[in-house]
T-cell receptor
Framework: EDKVVQSPLSLVVHEGDTVTLNCSYE??????LLWYKQEKKAPTFLFML????IEKKSGRLSSILDKKELSSILNITATQTGDSAIYLC???????????FGEGTQLTVNP | DSGVTQTPKHLITATGQRVTLRCSPR?????VYWYQQSLDQGLQFLIQ???????AKGNILERFSAQQFPDLHSELNLSSLELGDSALYFC?????????????FGEGSRLTVL
């Protein structure tokens, strides 16, 4: 059974700090790893990383996939209070029939 | 706005009752996924339908069932409800039969069982 483990489960920082969120996975026939941000309700898509695209960046957010270590990190630089959310990591396998999610990291950014 | 619509947004009911949650996928999407999010378990995959047919099943209880109709909307039926069924139920959609890219999530239906 596919498994995704995220760490830390919660994190409290001050505005301007840089944070690194971790995700490790066990999946048969890995296809892709996705990061989502969940504020109040619906998760919203951030990045998708695959064997052919192991690094993505958008503004202050960036993510890297380490296929050897079966893990990924999500970096957020110069954090803002609006970054406060649950960050979810998920993986799919080649059948692509589902996303398997980790428990998420609850990030709180204080002013 | 993801384009995925879920109703109702909130639902309060008693143990032993039955409820139906409804989802309309994004226009043109053929796949619908149902997820359960509890406080202590994160997002758990329940079931996927593609173009009216069940395609994948996760940790869905026998008391739960789902279907996708010809107009591609989907319903999740929860019966003999227990306190532990209280959760946020998400529907998501995608274009193809599998997850080749992002899933688009609805706002969720919050179920409270008293």
């Amino acid at each position: 059974e596919d498994k995704v483990v995220q760490s830390p489960l919660s994190l409290v920082v001050h505005e301007g700090d840089t944070v690194t969120l971790n995700c490790s996975y066990e999946v048969t026939n890995f296809r892709s790893l996705l990061w989502y941000k969940q504020e109040k309700k619906a998760p919203t898509f951030l990045f998708m990383l695959t064997s052919s695209g192991i690094e993505k960046k958008s503004g202050r957010l960036s993510s890297i996939l380490d296929k050897k270590e079966l893990s990924s990190i999500l970096n957020i630089t110069a954090t803002q209070t609006g970054d406060s959310a649950i960050y979810l990591c998920a993986v799919t396998e080649t059948s692509g029939s589902r996303l398997t999610f980790g428990e998420g990291t609850q990030l709180t950014v204080n002013p | 706005d993801s384009g995925v619509t879920q109703t109702p947004k909130h639902l309060i009911t008693a143990t032993g009752q039955r409820v139906t949650l409804r989802c309309s996928p994004r226009s043109g999407d053929l796949s619908v996924y149902w997820y359960q999010q509890s406080l202590d378990q994160g997002l758990q995959f329940l079931i996927q339908y593609y173009n009216g047919e069940e395609r994948a099943k996760g940790n869905i209880l026998e008391r739960f069932s789902a279907q996708q109709f010809p107009d591609l909307h989907s319903e999740l039926n929860l019966s003999s409800l227990e306190l532990g069924d209280s959760a946020l139920y998400f529907c998501a959609s995608s274009g193809g039969a599998g997850v080749s890219g992002e899933l688009f999530f609805g706002e969720g239906s919050r179920l409270t069982v008293l």
